[in-house]
């Protein structure tokens, strides 16, 4: 059992181009987070990412959403 009150992120890395889609899998993490009573405090999705070099362009983003994760 997690105790009440914790909060958590979803991320969500596609190889598909669709963001819609990345909204949908986050909607099923902060569904299953209510069940668990957990918090979702923020959500990011990225789309077209097969290799690590897809996140390069986007590393501006990441660190803005981790900057929110530590406070």
Request: with cysteine; glycine share 12%.
């Amino acid at each position: 059992m997690i105790p009440a009150g914790k909060k958590g992120y979803a991320v969500v890395l596609r190889t598909g181009p669709g963001m819609k889609e990345c909204e949908r899998i986050i909607e099923s993490i902060e569904h299953f987070y209510g069940h668990l009573e957990i918090e979702c405090c923020g959500s990011l999705g990225l789309c077209s990412v097969e290799y690590k070099e897809a996140v390069e362009g986007r590393r501006d983003e990441i660190n803005e959403f981790c900057k929110k994760i530590i406070g």
